[in-house]
């Protein structure tokens, strides 16, 4: 074989390889391009067939103790702010103003939620933001809290709320101390739809105010329920 011949062997095999690669690159490209697409175009469906709460009806008896607060709702809960822990071993113990608890000087905010989403929804949890300051708990629970300073940030509405389908929800506070969030939400109100995914609804109570829902991960849904987090700034409190 003549040095031309190997040569322009060489060569051909040479560029058939190299434009092997160049294909195997572009087409890996175009691959990747689809895939963004698709997973672009899977979020937008999802997003616009969430399930979505929308205040539908508002009552304010903030001014006006006493007022609604024996009313029944689907869901009823007590916001208490946080005097002082105390670390118990490995736990942390809340400490609160008594009268804080004394039901008749109790004032709430009444709110109807409608799902006007496009998903059934499975479960519903309001779940508190302001973790280091205040607590959520179950208006029947209040004296257990009261007497075992127990961080609570959430409670669970455990019935199916259908597309068009509402509940209630009763929020309560001392008459003289009104949590509420002036820059951010104080509450979420997060659920869990029929697909299995979680969403969160960032609520201003006491106003008649809510934002859109978001889809947020199973972990960071699970981490704003329990308190494992706090628990773990109180006792290391540069965390917070």
């Excluded at 508002?58 to 709702?73: L, N, V």
């Excluded at 949590?179 to 739809?193: E, K, N, P, R, T």
Aim: proline share 3%.
């Amino acid at each position: 074989m003549t040095d031309e011949l190997m040569v322009a062997l060489i060569s051909a095999i040479t560029g058939s390889f190299s434009g092997g690669i160049v294909n195997f690159i572009l087409e890996k490209r175009k691959e990747h391009r689809e895939d963004k697409k698709e997973k672009e175009k899977l979020k937008k469906e999802i997003y616009e067939t969430r399930p979505e709460l929308d205040i539908v009806e508002y009552k304010d008896y903030i001014s006006r103790p006493g007022y609604g607060i024996k009313q029944k709702c689907d869901i009823n809960i007590f916001l208490a702010k946080i005097k002082d822990v105390s670390i118990q071993g490995d736990g942390v113990e809340a400490q609160f103003h008594e009268e804080h608890f004394r039901q008749e000087e109790w004032c709430c905010v009444i709110y109807t939620f409608k799902n006007n989403g496009k998903t059934d929804i499975q479960c519903i949890n309001p779940i508190c933001n302001n973790k280091k300051t205040t607590v959520l708990y179950d208006v029947k629970k209040t004296k257990m809290g009261l007497e075992y300073g127990l961080l609570n940030y959430s409670e669970w509405f455990d019935k199916k709320v259908r597309i068009g389908e509402s509940f209630t929800m009763k929020v309560c506070y001392h008459k003289d101390c009104i949590i509420a969030g002036m820059v951010s939400a104080l509450m979420d109100m997060g659920f869990q739809d029929d697909n299995g995914r979680y969403w969160s609804q960032p609520l201003f109570a006491p106003y008649e105010k809510i934002y859109n829902a978001s889809m947020i991960s199973h972990e960071a849904y699970r981490d704003a329920l329990l308190p494992n987090t706090a628990i773990k700034c109180f006792m290391e409190p540069w965390l917070w």
